[in-house]
């Protein structure tokens, strides 16, 4: 039998089979590699339940590791879909770290700024995205709670994740999408500048028959500890003109002499705050 991993949550997960029923399932073995949106072959070993036997192969696999282990989010998507809002703050690091993890896999990016109701919020949080606008990253501006229907073409004929910090309002998002989804939603935690996190699997719905979103949990980090130095060089879109005209070949792009991504910085063409990120995720890249 053949199906369709459309909820993780541990070591269970939730396959839709091709008449569209749903088979709770579990690995075979004890480690677990599976992911939601994973394509599996798998046996059925009894009325209400399966065992996966095999993953098909994969179009592209987001996930998040450090050096002891890995963290799966979503597998054979074409586009990852980074919520941020006006408020509670967002992190920057962390959106370059999803970013680069989606370049890596050619995962196409989209960068949805919520909240935008709150208009005394909304400069500030242009002004922080207009670098990666500035990158050709696109941007959509919404309000989940009025305008959630204007991310729906954006998602046609494609399988989305949507990932973000808790407190985004990604769940928000899945609600007005998708009603039927009851996505549960809290209140932002005034006290942590962050929200409590609603989501603890990954969940994939169907918005038609060719358009599906998958909503993951909410992230606080992203550890990129599976891409080496150079890897993550690639990755950031505005590093690779400049890559392979240092002076020395094993250039760290720290206080070497002749540095071209240094000189970049000093000339405006590299944002400064985009280097001191890079440099963070290279020397310490530990947390996933």
């Known amino acids: ?9 541990g070591r269970q997960y939730v396959v839709e089979l091709a008449d569209g029923s ?3 399932c579990f690995p075979r073995g004890k480690k677990s590699e599976i ?38 989010i979503a597998a054979n998507v074409d586009q990852i879909v980074i919520v ?21 896999e050619d995962i196409a990016p989209l960068i949805v700024l919520n909240k935008c109701d709150l208009a005394d919020k909304l400069p500030a949080a242009r002004e922080r995205l207009a670098i990666l606008a500035a990158l050709g990253y696109p941007i959509l501006e919404l309000s989940a709670r009025d305008h959630a229907e204007d ?9 989305s994740v949507l990932v973000g910090q808790s407190g985004m309002g990604k769940s928000t998002l899945v609600n007005a999408l998708i009603p039927a989804a009851n996505a549960a939603t809290r209140e932002i935690s005034q006290a942590l ?30 550890g990129l500890g ?8 690639v990755a950031f879109r505005e590093f690779r003109d400049h890559l392979g005209q240092c002076r020395f070949r094993d250039c760290r792009h720290d206080r070497e002499p002749g540095c071209s991504l240094v000189a970049a910085v000093a000339s405006g063409q590299i944002d400064p ?7 963070r995720i290279v020397g310490t890249r530990r947390v996933a």
């Open 1 to 9: 039998m053949e199906g369709r991993v459309i909820a993780a949550h």
């Open 22 to 24: 749903l088979l709770p």
């Open 35 to 72: 992911a939601c949106g994973d394509r599996v072959d798998l046996k059925r070993t009894s009325d209400d339940q399966g065992v996966v036997e095999a993953i098909q192969p994969r179009s592209s696999l987001l996930y998040r590791s450090n050096e002891i282990r890995q963290k799966l």
């Open 84 to 104: 941020v809002a006006t408020e509670p703050a967002f992190s920057d690091e962390l959106i370059a770290r999803a970013l680069l993890a989606a370049e890596s």
């Open 151 to 159: 991310l729906r073409p954006h998602l046609a004929g494609k399988t």
């Open 193 to 222: 500048d962050s929200g409590k996190h609603t989501t603890t699997h990954a969940t994939l719905y169907h918005l038609d028959d060719s358009s599906d979103l998958i909503d993951s949990p909410g992230l606080q980090e992203f």
């Open 226 to 233: 599976h891409l080496d130095r150079q890897e993550i060089e």
């Open 273 to 279: 705050n985009r280097f001191a990120i890079y440099h």
